[in-house]
């Protein structure tokens, strides 16, 4: 039940304010990278400085930081969308798509998972490929159709 409040919370929150998702995305993209890459030596590095945290938590912390908190900070940031009509919306619910699915581990590691958020999140993952191309491919035309005003 947990993936789909926040599915649908994502989903209404980028329909309804209709802002610019290409950077965001592009940067949701550069965070997972990040995150998967380097987040487990920073967290590591960051727990070293205080014995009191939990290097468990802070790589959860940092993940969602870099995956979700600022891309939805710049989201909040940036114009409305170059986009229009359907591809706008597509692009929407691909975001919220990924997004949902990006958070939902972390979010499994911290809440307890009834069977629909279990079924949601396998499907999710195995159109994870292409979720991920057909929204790198939507930011990219977004990003080049941006224009400010």
């Known amino acids: 039940m947990v993936l789909v409040v926040l599915l649908a919370a994502l989903l ?10 290409g950077v965001p995305f592009l940067a949701m993209i550069a ?7 380097v987040g487990g030596q920073f967290a590591a590095f960051l727990s070293s400085l205080s014995p009191r ?4 938590w802070v790589e959860r912390v940092l993940y969602v930081l870099f995956v979700a908190v600022i891309p939805l900070t710049l ?5 409305k969308t ?6 706008r919306i597509v692009e929407s619910v691909i ?3 990924l997004l949902t699915m990006l958070l939902a581990n972390p979010l ?6 009834d069977n629909l958020a279990r079924d949601l999140a396998n499907w999710i993952e ?13 930011a990219y035309v977004d990003a080049f159709f941006y224009r400010s005003t």
Do not use: C, E
């Open 95 to 97: 975001f919220a798509i």
């Open 31 to 37: 965070g997972l990278a990040v995150a998967q890459t």
């Open 53 to 56: 945290l939990d290097p468990w």
């Open 82 to 87: 170059g986009l229009f009509g359907a591809l």
């Open 12 to 21: 209404l929150l980028f329909l309804m304010v209709r802002n610019h998702v």
């Open 75 to 79: 989201y909040f940031r940036v114009g």
């Open 108 to 113: 499994a590691d911290m809440l307890s998972f």
């Open 126 to 138: 195995g159109i994870k490929g292409l979720v991920m191309v057909a929204g790198i491919i939507l």
